[in-house]
């Protein structure tokens, strides 16, 4: 296509439309990108073609053909080029770089989500008009990779609340199906923004497991953790005394709660377990907290004498709360923030429940928690860190 002025190329794109209707707007769009390309390189050149001005910036250098796929079907583009010190491409064609991205990431997670090749076809049919290789899927994977990648080895800062999860989901390997843990980290920064930290997949031993993570994440720049909540994962004590022996441990509460009712010796003994319990952890200090519980271990010891020293045990791993500024406890006091992730989460992988490999398991966790960190961390405020 030869240049033309604005009034041509627009009565060109219509013509299209008029002649094919909504087919048509494939051309039409294609004609009137060329058309700003060209306007653009004008104005990056400092002249117009042919022009001779002592402004000029640069010449042209002809057009490189470019087939891009997008919504409205495939567009044959003429890319124009530049010789001499200018640099150039149009911000046109960017946007339209980041919009094909997006469809590849869209591509992918639906091959990631256990939907097949055939059906991905047809989708990708009716979306933009052209068909999807298995190649090509394989090519929008390895692109989705390396964006959950970089965003999964970002760099982090100060970020003094850390709460950790684990989750298991099945995987093959070597014809056997094992269960896997999945590992995540989310936190509360400096500016009291709740954001997801990482994720680790892998079938090794718990404690190396949290240890190799819980590293991964000073690597990357974590610093300043005052307090650290969970629940009691295997290994996880051992790996954080490790890696974090200057900050306070945060049993979750309402895990506590749950594991305090099975060791009551009848079910119907339950409910005032769970009262006395919950009647502890309201406390206003850790001083009356435990003397809250002394009276409920006493109070249990000669009719359940395996729950009265369970009590005894573990509950005071659920005081390190009290540490905290009173508006920051009963946020950092459980895990539940990250039961709502959970969901997300599982509601997903229920979709694939068996997957061939820890890095498709990874691939599909790092997208959700990826997406729900960067709604967290554009949201509202989570805490307010001049609490006291």
Not at 62 to 84: C, F, I, M, N
Not at 87 to 97: C, D, I, T, V, Y
Request: glycine share 6%.
């Amino acid at each position: 296509m030869t240049h033309e002025d604005n009034g041509s190329a627009v009565e060109a794109a219509v013509q299209e439309v008029l002649e094919k209707g909504l087919e048509g707007m494939g051309p039409a769009v294609s004609i009137l990108l060329n058309e700003a390309m060209m306007i653009e390189r004008s104005h990056a050149l400092q002249a117009q073609p042919w022009e001779r001005t002592d402004e000029r910036a640069g010449y042209a250098n002809g057009y490189k053909d470019r087939h891009l796929s997008t919504r409205l079907g495939a567009l044959d583009l003429r890319v124009p080029q530049v010789r001499g010190d200018t640099k150039f491409f149009p911000s046109a064609l960017e946007r339209g770089q980041r919009s094909e991205r997006a469809l590849k990431c869209a591509l992918a997670e639906m091959y990631i989500q256990g939907v097949s090749t055939r059906r991905v076809t047809q989708i990708m049919e009716t979306l933009c008009g052209t068909e999807v290789s298995s190649s090509q899927i394989s090519r929008a994977t390895a692109l989705l990779d390396e964006e959950l990648g970089q965003w999964r080895s970002r760099p982090l800062g100060v970020i003094p609340y850390l709460i950790l999860d684990a989750r298991y989901e099945k995987v093959r390997q070597d014809g056997a199906v094992r269960s896997c843990a999945v590992l995540i980290g989310t936190g509360v920064n400096s500016n009291g923004q709740r954001l997801v930290l990482g994720t680790s997949v892998s079938l090794s031993e718990a404690e190396v497991h949290w240890r190799t993570f819980l590293r991964s994440l000073k690597e990357r720049g974590l610093t300043g953790v005052t307090m650290i909540t969970s629940d009691d994962h295997d290994g996880l004590k051992t790996a954080l005394t490790s890696c974090f022996p200057g900050a306070s441990w945060q049993r979750c509460q309402v895990h506590l709660q749950r594991n305090a009712a099975a060791h009551a010796p009848k079910q119907d003994m339950r409910p005032e377990v769970a009262q006395d319990i919950r009647e502890v952890f309201a406390a206003p200090s850790q001083d009356e907290a435990q003397r809250l519980l002394d009276l409920t271990v006493a109070k249990y010891e000669k009719k359940a004498s395996k729950l009265a020293g369970w009590m005894a045990d573990n509950l005071p791993d659920g005081f390190a709360v009290f540490k905290l500024p009173q508006k920051h406890r009963r946020r950092m006091a459980t895990t539940n923030p990250v039961e709502n992730l959970n969901k997300q989460i599982k509601r997903r992988t229920r979709v694939a429940s068996l997957f061939p490999n820890e890095a498709s398991l990874l691939r599909l966790v790092s997208a959700i928690v990826m997406e729900i960190s960067e709604d967290w961390e554009t949201g509202k405020r989570y805490l307010n860190m001049n609490d006291r």
